[in-house]
C-alpha cells in the first residue's frame, strides 16, 4: 500500500517531442504528488507538484495530470529539450515528509 | 544563499568501520530528512528531524544507524560497523516546516569495501 510505481524505466524521445511518464499509488490518504528530477551526481531537485484538489497543473513546459479515480498521475514534458535528459522520480506522501518514491525514469532526450 | 549542504561527497570505509555523514540544511530550514539511494532506485525514508528531536525514524534500521541534529551544527547520520550492503547515495533535505517543500543536497556516496 505504501509503494508508488512508476513507468517505463527508461525513455528516449526525440528533440521537440513529448515525453510521459507514469506513475501509480495504491493509498488513499496520499494528498501530495511531487516530480522530481535528478542529474548524475546531484541531488534530486523538485520539479513540479500537486495536490489531489485539481486534475492538472501547469509550469512552463512541464504538466502534471492527477487521476484521483484511476490513483495515477503522469508527468508530460512538451517541446522536450536535450538539457531534459535526466532521471525522474515521481513521489507521494500523506505528510509532506517521509515521501515515497518511484523507482526513476532515465530519460534521454535525442538532438 | 547556500543550499544544503552534505560532506563528505564520497567516503570509502573498509568493512567494521564508523561511518559519519553530515548535512547542514539551508538557512533558517530547522526540519532534516535523511534517504538512502541504491543504484538505479528511488529514494527511501530514513529519518527525520528537528533541533534537537527525532521525530520519525521508521525508515531507520534499527542496529548500526543513528542521527543526531544538535542545537548547534550539523545533522549527522552514523553508521557502526558498515557492511557492503551499506553502500550507497545519502541524501539530506531539509524544509522550512513539516509540510513545505524538500530541498535536497548533493548526497554523500558511501563505498565499503
Known amino acids: 500500500q505504501q509503494q508508488v510505481k512508476q513507468s517505463p524505466q527508461s525513455l528516449i524521445v526525440q528533440k521537440g517531442g513529448i515525453s510521459i511518464i507514469n506513475c501509480a499509488y495504491e493509498?488513499?490518504?496520499?494528498?501530495?504528488f511531487p516530480w522530481y528530477q535528478q542529474f548524475p551526481g546531484k541531488g534530486p531537485a523538485l520539479l513540479i507538484a500537486?495536490?489531489?484538489d485539481v486534475s492538472e497543473k501547469k509550469e512552463g513546459r512541464f504538466t502534471i495530470s492527477f487521476n484521483k479515480s484511476a490513483k495515477q498521475f503522469s508527468l508530460h514534458i512538451m517541446d522536450s529539450q536535450p538539457g531534459d535528459s535526466a532521471t525522474y522520480f515521481c513521489?507521494?506522501?500523506?505528510?509532506?515528509?517521509?515521501?515515497?518514491w518511484g523507482a526513476g525514469t532515465k530519460l534521454i532526450i535525442k538532438p | 544563499n547556500a543550499g544544503v549542504m552534505q560532506n563528505p561527497r564520497h567516503l570509502v570505509r573498509r568493512r567494521g568501520q564508523e561511518a559519519r555523514l553530515r548535512c547542514s540544511p539551508m538557512?533558517?530550514?530547522?526540519?532534516v530528512y535523511w534517504y538512502r539511494q541504491l543504484p538505479e532506485e528511488g529514494l527511501k525514508f530514513m529519518v527525520y528531524?528537528?533541533?534537537?528531536?527525532?521525530?520519525?525514524e521508521s525508515g531507520m534500521p534499527k542496529e548500526r544507524f543513528s542521527a543526531e541534529f544538535p542545537k548547534e551544527g550539523p545533522s549527522i547520520l552514523r553508521i557502526q560497523q558498515v557492511v557492503r550492503g551499506d553502500s550507497a547515495a545519502y541524501f539530506c533535505?531539509?524544509?522550512?516546516?513539516?509540510?513545505?517543500?524538500?530541498?535536497f543536497g548533493p548526497g554523500t556516496r558511501l563505498t565499503v569495501l
Open positions: 538557512k533558517g530550514h530547522s526540519h
Open positions: 493509498n488513499t490518504a496520499f494528498d501530495y
Open positions: 533535505a531539509s524544509s522550512l516546516a513539516p509540510r513545505n517543500e524538500q530541498f
Open positions: 513521489a507521494a506522501s500523506y505528510s509532506n515528509y517521509q515521501l515515497i
Open positions: 500537486i495536490r489531489p
Open positions: 528531524l528537528q533541533k534537537e528531536n527525532i521525530i520519525d
